[in-house]
């Protein structure tokens, strides 16, 4: 089953609830991790290749949806929601290898005091929309590295689905009320 949604090349309803699923189990890690931490070692540093793993399989993913898309014939809403779910997927992923990193490395990795994942999963939301408030903050070479590859990866994202969820509204034939251009 998980061979045929990512050896069929399109978009459809099957692709959403792979997404959906993979968000629930990044986000199920995250909680797990932020309770459960795993001691430094052959074991957490397994979870973080793991998450590392996990994150090549969310780019592969966003690749294979920029791909896909400007050919499906399914809906928009459907578009928004499988852009909307990759893009989550991403964000939990990283808070998951971010909280990872601070249970590996200890506080040196992040300002602040005891972090948990949810603060992790805020630090990654304002690294990946590139806000970045400062209340949270790498500190360490690793955790730095991190967080560049995701505010690349935020922006560099968020720039081509933003570009083809218009180019696909610009194909369906939208029009604006009230503007005489359509008309012509």
Not at 96 to 125: A, C
Not at 146 to 164: D, K
Request: charged share 15%.
């Amino acid at each position: 089953m998980i061979r045929k949604l990512f050896m069929k090349r399109e978009f459809n309803r099957k692709k959403l609830w792979l997404y959906f699923i993979l968000n629930i189990v990044a986000l199920a890690l995250l909680i797990l991790n932020s309770f459960i931490k795993v001691p430094p070692g052959f074991w957490g540093t397994s979870l973080l290749i793991f998450f590392l793993l996990l994150l090549g399989l969310c780019l592969f993913l966003l690749a294979e949806f920029v791909i896909l898309i400007p050919k499906t014939k399914e809906s928009l809403p459907s578009i928004f929601i499988g852009s909307a779910l990759v893009i989550f997927l991403m964000i939990i992923t990283y808070a998951d290898i971010y909280l990872q990193i601070y249970h590996l490395k200890g506080g040196q990795t992040f300002s602040g005091t005891y972090l948990t994942g949810e603060d992790f999963l805020y630090y990654s939301i304002t690294t990946f929309t590139t806000t970045g408030y400062g209340d949270v903050s790498s500190s360490h070479i690793v955790s730095n590295a991190v967080a560049s590859l995701e505010m690349i990866t935020g922006f560099m994202s968020n720039t081509l689905l933003m570009g083809i969820l218009t180019a696909r509204l610009l194909n369906k034939g939208i029009t604006v009320k009230g503007d005489d251009r359509s008309k012509e």
